[in-house]
C-alpha cells in the first residue's frame, strides 16, 4: 500500500514537471532567449553588448579574432572562462587523489594471469583487440589535436586514451597492462593536466599581461581559421589536459582492479 | 500532441529526472542508487543542451572543415545562426564532475562491501545498530 502510494507521487510529480516543461518555447526557435543570435558579418561590439543574449553572441563573434579558435565551446572553456577548466581540471586530479587514498588493497603476486576475470583464453578477442588498441590511440591523439579546430578536446580525446589502456589491461591481465603503461609512468603524468595550465598561464604573467592572457603567445601564425595550429596556447592545454586525463582514467582502473580485502593481503 | 512533439527534449529530460530520482528513493542497493544518480545527471545535461540549441545552427565558426552535418546545412541554407555555447560549456564542466564523482563514490562501494558484506541499506543499517 505505501509503495503504490509513493509511485501515486512520482507518477504526479511526472505529469506535473510534464505540463510545466510544455510551457517553455520550442527547442530550437530562434526567437528564445537563450539562442546565441543572428551572426552578421561586420557588427560592432557595441551593438552586441546592448543585445540581452550579449555574452553568446561576443563568443561566438570573438572565437577566431580573441582566442584563434573556430569551434567557440572550445574558446569559451579555455580562454573565456580559462579559471573554471583550470579548477576542473584539479577537480578530477584529486577526485583520482582521493580514489586511490582509499583504495589501499593489494593484489596478490601468486594470482596470475590464469585467474583473470579477462578473456585472454578467447583467441579471438585477444587477436581483435591487439589490432583495434594502437587505432582507438591514434583517436584519441586525434580529438585531442583537433580540439581547439573542431568539436572535441582535451577530455574527449583523454577518455578515449584512457578507454583504450583499459581495455588492453581488462581482456589482458592487469600485469600486461602494467607492462604497457607502467603506474609509475602515469603517477608522473597525472598532474600534467592542472600543470601543463598553469606554466601557460604563466606566460601571459611573464610577458607583462594578467594570469591566462592567453592571446599574448604568437610565435606561429595565430588565429588562421581552420588549420591545426591556428592557436599554440590553447594546444598546449588540450595536450596537458587530454594526457592527463587518460593517465587519470588508467590509474583509477588500476586501483579498483588492484583492490583486495585487507584481511587477505599480507 | 504538437507542443509534445516540439518540446519533446524536455519531455524526455523530465521522464530520465523521474527516473533517477524514482531509483535514488526506492532501490535499496547502494550501486544501484549510483546508477540512478548518473542517470538523473543525464537529464540534467540534455535540458541544458536543449535549451542552447537552434535548429540547423552552426556549432563552429568554420564550417569548411567541420565534420558535423549540421554546419554543412547551415552553411548551404545560409543561415547563419549558432548554438549558444555557454550551455554546452557548463555542461562540459558537470560531466567531469559527474565522472569525479562515480570515481570516488565507486571506491567508498567497494570499501562498503568489504567491510558489510553487502551493499543493501536495510542491513548496513542493521548492523550498526
Known sequence: MRKILMFLMFFIFLLLTIVVVLQLPPVGDPHVPSYAGYLPPDVPVEEITKQSNAVGLYYNRGAIKNCGSPSAITAMILDYRGYDTLYETTVIFLAMIAALSVLVGKRKKEEDTETWIGVTRY??????????????????????????????????????LGASFVLYALIFSYEEGEKKMPSDTLRIVNALGPFMYALVGLIGIVTGYTFLANKVIKTIPHGIEGTLFSSLPLLLIELGIGFGVGSIITHIFYGYVTERPLDTQK | MKTILSNIDYVVSVILFT??????????????????????????????????????GKITTSWAKSPYLKDAIAAWTGKEIMVNPIPTGLILTAIVVCVCITAFSLSLVVKLYQYFGTLDTRKITALKG
Do not use: C, W
Not at chain 2, 28 to 45: C, D, G, M, Q
Open chain 2, 19 to 56: 527516473i533517477g530520482l524514482y531509483g535514488l528513493v526506492f532501490k535499496h542497493n547502494v550501486f544501484k542508487k549510483l546508477l540512478a544518480l548518473n542517470i538523473l545527471e543525464t537529464s540534467v545535461y540534455l535540458s541544458y543542451i536543449a535549451l542552447g540549441d537552434v535548429r540547423l
Open chain 1, 123 to 160: 583467441t579471438i578477442v585477444g587477436t581483435v583487440i591487439k589490432k583495434i588498441v594502437p587505432f582507438m590511440v591514434m583517436y584519441g591523439l586525434y580529438v585531442i589535436f583537433h580540439g581547439e579546430v573542431s568539436p572535441g578536446g582535451g577530455f574527449q580525446g583523454g577518455v578515449i
